[in-house]
């Protein structure tokens, strides 16, 4: 049809979330918005902190209005860049510099430039990813050519299988995608596990002669319960890239800002930020949001109000478990993680959509059986969904 097909393909048939939002909004328009249990889009659903609508307010009202709507270098204002930078340094210690830090529209657009930039399709490169695992990293790791080779998680923790995943790499592998807090379970990978996955990546690099890359994908790295540790990827392995998003941790999707950071500790860490660089600009991703660079600059110490997503997990976890249904308990993000009863997925979809709850399948996220569901809605949403829950609870014991 003198079309890209692959292209069409995913244009023709949307991510399975994105069909389930938009079906919801059909439904709501039928019966109305109160009546439709949506709990499939991560959208957060607690405001922005005071202090990002205030620096908004402020740079508009202060700052030359050319400067500030203008484009920025490539790779990112310099000041903002080195207010990042001299924030990792001071959390994580680590000495970041301005020079290895590249802004983009989001994590997805971070995401998409490091495998661009890592990833030879001619040398039949392959990218681990850890199930459960965010659907989209399939579409970002072909359209660079690369081969998604997935690794399956420990039964009931979901932490990282460390034997599986030493079995998964080969001296194709070129880099490893690492979501922690993780979409779509909820899980924060501990200590003890991001060191043996670090040890087994350092001795399959000596063993194939080559460096494999640790992507760390990072957009609920502020959304974590009761203190529980994410920990900074940089410090145990060298050879990471930190793709970072503020569309979770300030409450802002819509604007599409993040960064990437090439860990200064890395081989020929210069070269693999100018590749960086030049994988945006082949993409088109030059110049992120010129206002919102501002903005984040200015906020980075701001945080939304985690206690309002806990009060839902603990409503919806608490409630489930007590209905009979078997829980994934999140210590991180805003998503249950949910065993099918009948452990199919699609089916228990199906039945739990004919109560108007709608939830995410999860077969595509690499692990079968287990749908997602995004608490990040207000708590009055999920307290009048859990007759609904019950009601489906009851449905399976008949």
């Known amino acids: 049809m003198g079309l890209n097909e692959k292209m069409f393909a995913l244009g023709n048939k949307r991510s399975i979330i994105r069909e389930i939002f938009e079906y919801s909004k059909t439904r709501a328009a039928e019966i109305g918005a109160e009546n439709v249990f ?38 990112g204002d310099l000041g903002v ?26 994590a997805a657009a971070s995401l998409t430039i490091c495998l661009k930039a890592l990833i030879e399709e001619d040398k039949g490169d392959e990218c681990i990813v ?29 932490q990282i299988d460390i034997a599986d995943f030493e079995n998964r790499i080969t001296e194709h592998t070129k880099a490893v995608i690492v979501n922690s807090p993780n979409n779509p379970s909820g899980v924060v990978y501990s200590r003890e596990t ?4 670090c040890r087994v990546l350092k001795e399959k690099s000596e063993e194939y002669g080559h460096v494999i890359y640790l992507i760390a994908d990072e957009p609920y790295r502020e959304l974590v319960y009761a203190g529980v540790e994410v920990p900074y990827l940089m410090n145990h392995y060298a050879n990471t890239l930190v793709c970072y998003s503020f569309s979770k941790s300030l409450s802002l999707p819509g604007e599409r800002i993040g960064y990437i950071a090439v860990c200064p500790n890395m081989e020929d860490a210069t070269t693999v930020y100018l590749a ?51 829980c994934v308990k999140p210590d991180g993000a805003f998503y249950l993680f949910v065993k099918s009863p009948e452990g199919d997925a699609f089916r228990f979809y199906e039945k739990a959509k004919a109560h108007e709850l709608l ?40």
């Not at 991001?194 to 996955?197: H, K, N, P, V």
């Not at 990040?376 to 019950?390: G, I, M, Q």
């Open 276 to 326: 960086v660089c030049g994988a945006g600009r082949s993409l088109g991703y030059v110049c992120a949001p010129s206002l919102f660079q501002q903005v984040i600059a200015r906020c980075l110490n701001a945080k939304v109000n985690i206690e309002a997503y806990k009060k839902n997990r603990d409503l919806l976890y608490d409630n489930l478990t007590a209905y009979g249904f078997e």
């Open 194 to 197: 991001i060191e043996a996955m």
């Open 130 to 158: 850890f199930a459960p695992f965010f659907t989209e990293y399939r579409v970002f790791i072909e359209n660079a050519g690369g081969k998604v080779v997935i690794s399956q998680p420990e039964a009931g923790t979901f």
């Open 81 to 106: 860049r080195r207010a990042i930078a001299a924030r990792i340094a001071e959390r994580f210690g680590v000495d970041m510099s301005p020079n290895l830090l590249y802004m983009t529209c989001g």
């Open 38 to 75: 949506d709990f499939s889009l991560g959208n957060p659903s607690v405001p922005a902190p005071a202090e990002v609508n205030d620096t908004i307010r402020e740079l508009l009202d202060t700052q030359n209005s050319v400067l500030l709507h203008g484009y920025t270098s490539a790779q």
């Open 359 to 398: 939830v995410v399948p999860c077969d595509d996220f690499g692990v079968s059986g287990y749908v997602r569901i995004a608490y990040c809605t207000d708590y009055e949403r999920v307290k009048n969904a859990l007759p609904a829950f019950k009601a489906l609870a009851e449905e399976y014991r008949a």
